[in-house]
């Protein structure tokens, strides 16, 4: 009897690692594309002031209460979230597009553009970070644009540095060598061998850049080095519900925080379930 | 044709070969075995007669052109020791194989390639179907010299004499030159026609 039980149980269709990477990636894609659509739709409430609603704690009318001007928190909140998640956006993919060139780069045309690069990989990485972001931010007069470009120049070098390991290996490879003793073109062989080599590991890289982006952001601006007050970004909301804080205010800071880190770990869990699921090594499990 | 290395000497570091003054010759109607010990540069050797790598010293020459450097498919061919690192994890085993000359379905059914395997992945077949699918490849029309790197050396005895049996009729037939770089004394006197011994 208990035999037969065991061999029912096991044929029993169970979800496998691969189906469950796979509802981990498309719940965090839904879930993020939810807060960038509803925060732009919440473009009116968010700043819409009401004298009778000031200070409120949360409620069932305002889930993350209200601030000192009768504004609902929530609808602030999801809107700084999709500003965050459009500079995010921004920032990532032209930092990921210099990562992809210069580590090609690197890797295609001799020692001397190596060196070059690689030592510019160094000075930035070497730059603490925050004080990159800070003084290029300033440089280009804050606001959105030098959030955007000071986030995207200070997070390349990772992400170049791991395209040029990628495209030295599989320059070495056999089968590329090989195919070029077939006769097979340059350009054929990297579009055919390379590329697809390289661009699970560009994709993984740019997802997994969002969330640095998007906590950069919120830094730059908490600090006040980053978006203007007339852009609620969440390092806005942030910065401004310092002062409410000792009032007693904790609603202010707290949801708008707690969504933050939430959606940081979101594009983290949406970056690393695709890696698993394209990497060749976990891809079947 | 007549294929030869002049001089030959080959390092990886600067000041420290492992190669050195290396000559030899081989005729394309020849089966020439090349005898070394583990570790010798066997591999390297191959590389640089295939045109694979420039010799740090000295040329290889196909009918007086040097090898390193030739444009379009070569006509000395390599079967690399490790055929799960010669074919690419992502292409399809058809695919893989269009990229060389057309191969002669005689030579595909000799090497009891089945036609299914060419719809597979390479990580879907066995090692030792995976090398006798990339001596097939190696077998272009254009091929006129053959270099084996140890080619047989993790597979079975069966297929290994199958392997050299069809390896033998072939060059016979189509006077392609064959390199057989291999550890295996014996191995090369039962295949070549003359054997030269490499010693340090």
Redesign the interface.
Known sequence: MTDITILQQYKKPRLNQRHKTLIYFIFAVVLLLCIAISGSLMGEIAITTRSDAKNLLPSMAHPFGTDWLGRDMLARTLKGLSISIVIGILASVISAILAGILGVLAASFGKKTDAVIEFLINVVLGIPHLLLLLLISYALGKGMFGVVIAVAVSHWPMLARVIRGEVLAIKE???????K????HNLKIAR??ML??IFPQFLVGFILLFPHAVLHEAALTFLGFGLKPEQPGIGIILSESMKYLSLGMWWLAVFPGLALLSTVLLFDLMGSSLRSLID?HSANK | MLLEAREISFGYKKGYHILNNISFAAESSERVGIVAPSGFGKTTLCKILAGYSKPSNGQVLLDGEDVYGMKGYHPVQMIWQHPETSVNPRLRLKETIAEGDQIEQRIINALGIEHDWLNRFPGELSGGELQRFCIARALGQRTRFLIADEISTMLDMITQAQIWSFLLEETEKRKLGLIVVTHNTALAEKVCTRIQILTK
């Not at chain 1, 490879?173 to 195919?179: F, G, L, R, S």
């Open positions: 490879a056999p089968y590329v060598k090989i195919a003793k077939l006769g097979q055919k061998h697809p080599h060749p």
